[in-house]
């Protein structure tokens, strides 16, 4: 089983930043892709960004431009950091790490853009 624990959501104004962690325990050997998902109330959840072991990334066109997704191997941690953020954007986002044929969710860290 792996673990994974989300932080550093809240609520900031249109155009602010925030920087999401999602901190991976537990059966890590062998954690492949990692990413960042979100979902809107009413809506389905979607990709926002995922990045392989070795470091190759991936974005939604919604984020490109703006948001950053980087992890640290040793640490075992994935961070989105998320600029000029819009009111768009405001969901509640979910980590998500994959090892061999398992596919693992964190609780989830709402994030709440004003206008």
Request: hydrophobic content about 35%.
């Amino acid at each position: 089983q792996v673990q994974l624990v989300e932080s550093g959501g809240g609520l900031v104004q249109a155009g602010g930043s925030l920087r999401l962690s999602c901190a991976a325990s537990g059966s890590i050997f062998n954690i492949g892709a990692m990413g960042w998902y979100r979902q809107a109330p009413g809506k389905q959840r979607e990709l926002v960004a995922t990045i392989t072991s070795p470091g190759t990334t991936n974005y939604a066109d919604s984020v490109k431009g703006r948001f950053t997704i980087s992890r640290d191997n040793a640490k075992n941690t994935v961070y989105l950091q998320m600029n000029s953020l819009k009111p768009e954007d405001t969901a509640v986002y979910y980590c998500n790490a994959r090892r061999t044929i398992f596919t693992y969710w964190g609780q989830g860290t709402q994030v709440t853009i004003s206008s």
